[in-house]
Structure formats: C-alpha cells, structure tokens
C-alpha cells in the first residue's frame, strides 16, 4: 500500500491514525536513509499511544522502552551502530513475543530472521524537504486488516 505525505504534519497525522489501530504483539519495521523521518514517525505512533516521555533515537543504548496510558508498551529499536546484534538479538526475540508490547524498529536488517509475520513494513522514501512517500507491507492477516483500515 503506497501513502504519499506532504508535510511532516501529514507524517505525524499518519503515526497517530496508525497508533490508534495498533494491538500488542505488531511490530513496525522502519525503512528509510538517514533523515528520512522513521524516528519523527515513532515519536507521532508514541503520543498517539499516550506516550509523554520525549522519544530519543536509542542510537547508543539501541533499545528504549516507553510504558503507555493502558497495559501496552512501546519497545523502540535502532540498530544503525551495529554490524552484528550480537545478545540485542536475543534480547529482541524475547520483546518481540509479549503480547503486550508494541516493536518499533529502525535499521533492522541485521535482525531481518527473527522479525515476526505480525509486523508492517514501512518504507520511507524523501524526494524533497518535507514530502515522503510510504510503501507500506503487512505481513499476516491481522496486520493486512490494519493496513485496510488506514484507508
Ligand atoms: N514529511 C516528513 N516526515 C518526516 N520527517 C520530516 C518530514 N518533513 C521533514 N522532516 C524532517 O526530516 C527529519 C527526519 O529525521 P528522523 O530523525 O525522523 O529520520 P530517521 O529516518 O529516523 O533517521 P536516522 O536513520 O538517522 O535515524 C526531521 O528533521 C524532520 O523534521
Ligand atoms: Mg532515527
């Protein structure tokens, strides 16, 4: 599913419309160069989730956690350091099975075997300052319905 966004407001229109059809268990997949907006992404997926907290890159950590307003928790990933992930691999297997958190993860070709079939791929593409556009791809039945229901 292709998405065109004007403007980072219409990025951030999308993280929210997208956060509110979000179940534990989904994980996003971001795909983009660098400053193609995966992190302002997340962050608009985070406060639409109820998520207070400023949302930072985990460029040294590669791993934040953000409780939300109900049971559900956001994990947010960044793997854009690391040629090999290494226990972060492990680590992420394990976040990648609760049932209650929701997996953002940037850079993540290095954990590409371990990514589960509930999970969206979104590609962003920047063809200038502030328009993108997203390739969106679901990957089981659940989240193909949350696809639909972006429309
Ligand atoms: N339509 C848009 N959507 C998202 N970001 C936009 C848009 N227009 C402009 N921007 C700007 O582009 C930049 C995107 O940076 P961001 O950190 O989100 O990228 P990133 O994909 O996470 O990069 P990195 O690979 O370095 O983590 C921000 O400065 C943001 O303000
Ligand atoms: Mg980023």
């Not at 997340?42 to 049971?71: K, V």
Request: with cysteine.
């Amino acid at each position: 599913m292709k998405i065109d966004i004007p403007s980072e407001q219409a990025m951030q229109e999308f993280g929210l419309k997208l956060s509110k059809l979000l179940t534990g268990g989904v994980t996003l997949e971001l795909i983009g160069d660098v400053g193609a907006g995966k992190t302002t992404l997340t962050r608009s997926i985070a406060r639409g989730l109820g998520i207070t907290d400023p949302i930072h890159s985990p460029t040294f950590t590669i791993s934040n956690r953000y409780e939300t307003q109900s049971e559900l928790q956001v994990a947010h990933y960044d793997f854009y350091r690391l040629s090999d992930a290494g226990i972060m691999k492990d680590e992420l297997a394990e976040v990648l099975e609760d049932e209650r958190t929701i997996t953002i993860i940037e850079w993540g070709d290095i954990v590409e075997e371990i990514l589960p079939d509930s999970r969206i791929t979104i590609r962003i593409r920047s063809d200038s300052e502030h328009s993108r556009q997203l390739d969106c791809i679901a990957h089981n039945q659940l989240t193909q319905k949350i696809l639909e229901q972006l429309l």
